[in-house]
């Protein structure tokens, strides 16, 4: 199983950036911070998702106000499993959607909201500020159908603020 995903990781670089590319284009700041939430992003993902063969989704939106569309949304995916019955268990990964806001831009060598790829000894890598939800989620992309039970990633609004997301 291992090689598996270690290959599938090595092989999706351009799936990467791809996903990175496009969760990048939605800064998703929790209204708390001054942002809209996460309710782009999520769509985004959802159709990210789609399109690339997951389509058993869920969504879960918490109600606030202060929020674009006033919800706060969490996605679930299932990868279905080999044995998808009732009683086998599930195979839970989590991570969030939103991000903080960058800060100060002068800081910034590079705009936090656009995947700058680069090459070097390591290979290409991409410079972003979502890269958790990628760097998460690729070895469940790569183990998923293989499974004995399905496999339930989670993208969660807020995760970080007592009370504040889905």
């Known amino acids: 199983m291992k090689e598996k995903i270690f290959e599938f990781i090595d092989s999706s670089g351009d ?20 942002g809209e939430g996460e309710l782009d992003k999520c769509v985004f993902l959802e159709g990210w998702l789609k399109a690339h063969g997951i389509t058993e989704l869920e969504r879960y939106d918490a109600p606030d106000p202060r929020a674009k ?9 299932t990868i279905p499993g080999k044995d998808n019955a009732p009683e086998t268990p599930r195979f839970w990964v989590m991570s969030h959607i939103d991000v903080v806001p960058p800060g100060e831009a ?22 972003v500020i979502s890269g958790w939800y990628t760097a998460v ?15 339930k990633p989670v993208a969660a609004s807020e995760t970080d603020t007592p009370g504040g997301g889905a």
């Open 137 to 151: 989620y690729e070895p469940v992309f790569a183990s998923g159908s293989s499974q004995s039970a399905d496999t």
């Open 106 to 127: 002068s800081l910034w060598s590079t705009d936090p909201w656009k995947v700058e790829v680069t090459e070097g000894d390591d290979g290409v890598s991409a410079s």
């Open 15 to 34: 799936l990467a950036i791809e996903l990175e590319t496009g969760l990048c284009k939605y800064p998703a700041i929790s209204p708390i911070s001054g």
């Open 69 to 77: 569309g006033g919800v706060r949304p969490s996605l679930v995916a």
